[in-house]
T-cell receptor
């Protein structure tokens, strides 16, 4: 099973709302990633978790707050977002951390959450 | 970091035609993947191919690591092949970087 699941599929929120995106994988992978993809652009890395610890934060604004409660689950908490944060948010996982052997491994992506901020 | 170029940016084909998509890297990579993003946004893994040649049905890919490029071949294209094709790569100590993509439209 090479499946990464994400919920919700779609999310509409106001700039004062707090919401969370959820990502789950049951492949035993120990590295999980959040990417942001704007329309007609490639995905861009936001965060990397390795063994449930945040290992990479690509200078993402603090209104995005990641959390990795266990090895299968990755959350992205959203607060006080701006309309320009509207995008497709993709979660991915790989067997190992990219800082060790994970840079030579396949990344598997979830279907994404399409976020609209009004 | 690594820079990734893809060509062509857009491609329109008649069903049944063959095509070649190219990906160039500014530096050597240890991880190279090809993805197909369908109209719903799902990124589907096509190949993990840091070097060599692989085939899967009508699709095949070749990476020449020493010359820092990879090719994706689509034969006998079908309308379901439409979407955006991304290559992405990574080396030790760097992040996974995507190319800008090739947008493919296959017409019936």
């Amino acid at each position: 099973d090479t499946e990464v699941t994400q919920t919700p599929k779609h999310l509409v929120m106001g700039m004062t709302n707090k919401k969370s995106l959820k990502c789950e994988q049951h492949m035993g992978h120990r590295a999980m990633y959040w990417y942001k993809q704007k329309a007609k652009k490639p995905p861009e890395l936001m965060f990397v978790y390795s063994y449930e610890k945040l290992s990479i934060n690509e200078s993402v604004p603090s209104r995005f707050s990641p959390e990795c409660p266990n090895s299968s689950l990755l959350n992205l908490h959203l607060h006080a977002l701006q309309p320009e944060d509207s995008a497709l948010y993709l979660c991915a996982s790989s067997q190992s951390s990219p800082r060790t052997s994970g840079y030579q491994e396949t990344q598997y992506f979830g279907p994404g959450t399409r976020l609209l901020v009004l | 970091g690594i820079q990734v170029e893809q060509s062509p940016p857009d491609l329109i084909l008649q069903e049944g035609a063959n095509s070649t998509l190219r990906c160039n890297f500014s530096d050597s990579v240890n991880n190279l993947q090809w993805f197909h993003q369908n109209p719903w946004g799902q990124l589907i893994n096509l190949f993990y191919i840091p070097s060599g040649t692989k085939q899967n049905g009508r699709l095949s890919a070749t990476t020449v690591a020493t010359e820092r490029y990879s090719l994706l071949y689509i034969s006998s294209s079908q309308t379901t092949d439409s979407g955006v094709y991304f290559c992405a790569g990574m080396s030790y100590g760097q992040n996974f970087v995507f190319g800008p993509g090739t947008r493919l439209s296959v017409l019936p």
